[in-house]
């Protein structure tokens, strides 16, 4: 079921996602698959839904800088650093995850990756949802991620409970993953933040 973004849809959105449902809506880069991340079921189902065959940890989208500490077990002062000149912006950091997060949301890997969306509408989607949404890529796995809602439907004609429509991304390239969660920085995925970026800032926050 496809509906337009808007403040009622909002509600309608978070009570589905509090009852374990799964929704799709647009994120700051691409659409994604929200569900609760602590419903240990509902994050399973994100994983049969897109038919990977191993699981895979998957990132989530926070509302706000205060939902941190909910996730990961400690703030470095490097992620902090890092966070304050990336974020809101498309740069997921991977930190330290607690241990009562769902295995099914780390995959076994004791890390988790977190993304505060330079969006404010997808930040208020979340808010409303409770504060952090899974983010995983709408998409069928080894396919590529839905650009709009209709593309979100074409993938999974059931299974999402709602599809909210964002109107269509304008996204080339998926969030830049970096691992804060070990004694250096370590770039895992390289996305809409250039390595080069992150090199720059390294270097001249180190020089401060």
């Keep these: 079921m496809i509906q337009n973004d808007g403040e009622q849809l909002r509600i309608d959105a978070a009570m589905i996602v509090a009852s374990g449902g799964v929704i799709a809506f647009r994120t700051d880069t691409f659409y994604g698959l929200g569900v609760d991340p602590l419903n240990q079921a509902a994050v399973q189902q994100i994983g049969e839904l897109k038919g990977r065959e191993e699981p895979q940890p998957i990132l989530l ?105 964002g109107g269509e991304v304008t996204a080339t390239k998926p969030s830049t993953v970096l691992d804060l969660s070990g004694s250096e920085p370590r770039l895992i995925r390289e996305g809409v933040i250039s390595r080069e970026a992150l090199d720059d800032f390294w270097k001249s926050d180190r020089k401060d």
């Design 61 to 165: 989208l926070i509302s706000d800088l205060s939902e941190v500490d909910r996730f990961i077990t400690h703030q470095s002062e490097v992620f902090k650093t890092i966070a304050a000149r990336f974020w809101p912006g498309p740069l997921t950091l991977v930190g330290v995850a607690r241990p009562e997060l769902p295995v099914a949301v780390t995959a076994g890997t004791g890390t988790i990756g977190l993304r505060l969306p330079d969006d404010e509408s997808v930040r208020v989607l979340v808010r409303k949802c409770g504060g952090a949404l899974t983010a995983t890529s709408a998409n069928v796995s080894r396919q590529s991620p839905a650009r709009s809602a209709e593309e979100v439907r074409n993938y999974f004609p059931a299974g999402v409970d709602l599809i909210v429509d």
